[in-house]
Every structure is written in C-alpha cells, then in structure tokens.
C-alpha cells in the first residue's frame, strides 16, 4: 500500500499560481501511475493531470498549457503546478497512485477514470477568485 498526502492549496486571485504536492509513503517502490484531480461542489471528480511510471503525461483540455505534472524520485513527491488561474479551477484536488507498470498509451481514457485508482489523499482546497 501506499500513503498519500496533498498539501498546497490556497486561496489566489484569478490569473495566479499555485504548485500542489503530494508526499508518498508506504510501499513506494511498486510501479504507479499517478494523477491530479478535482471534485468541485455538485460535480463528478475529474482527473486533470496523469503521470505514468515512465515520466509520460497526459492532460485534460481544460488545463492543457497552463497545468504542469512533475515528480521527485528521490522525495517521493508528486507536484502540480497550477499557472494562469481561472475562476472554474476551484475544486477539491486530490492525489491518486494506480498500481499499474502500463503506460498511458497502454492504458488510454481510463487513466482519467477515478475508479481505476485504489490510492488516495485527503485533498488540498484551491480556491480562485475573480
């Protein structure tokens, strides 16, 4: 099993900037994918940034170009960060680890699936104003 805990999140004005990380623990060592997503109140939780075992990536449209997903091996430590800020980015974001050797190529749409996911942070609240 793995742990894992998001920090991060603030309140920011529209426009702003944010880097989320997620800190894992436990059986670190096994293959995962790992992805970002968010729950907004009254809507579906939806991944916005996946990263498999091998570094490749993979966004959804609604954050492409302003949404980067990174890692650090060696603090086992997932980040995103969050540029140009918009209003309909607040949500609840959470950290997720599928355990999987499969690449997103292999894998295709259900990476974006939060069922296929069995880890799961807290979540870290990011909330933008106008």
């Known amino acids: 099993q793995v742990q894992l805990v998001e920090s991060g999140g603030n309140s920011v004005q529209s426009g702003g900037s944010l880097r989320l990380s997620c800190a894992a623990s436990?059986?670190?060592?096994?293959?995962?994918?790992m992805a970002w997503f968010r729950q907004a109140p009254g809507k579906e939780r939806e991944g916005v940034a996946i990263?498999?075992?091998?570094?490749?990536?993979r966004y959804a449209d609604s954050v492409k170009a302003r949404y980067s997903i990174s890692r650090d091996n060696a603090k086992n430590t997932l980040y995103l960060q969050m540029n140009n800020l918009k209003p309909e980015d607040t949500a609840k974001y959470y950290c997720?680890?599928?355990?999987?050797?499969?690449?997103?190529?292999?894998?295709?749409?259900?990476?974006?699936?939060?069922?296929?996911?069995?880890?799961w942070g807290q979540g870290t609240q990011v909330t933008v104003s106008s």
């Open positions: 436990g059986n670190t060592g096994s293959n995962y994918c």
């Open positions: 990263m498999d075992n091998r570094g490749n990536t």
């Open positions: 997720a680890a599928m355990q999987t050797t499969a690449t997103i190529r292999a894998l295709g749409n259900m990476i974006f699936n939060p069922a296929e996911y069995s880890y």
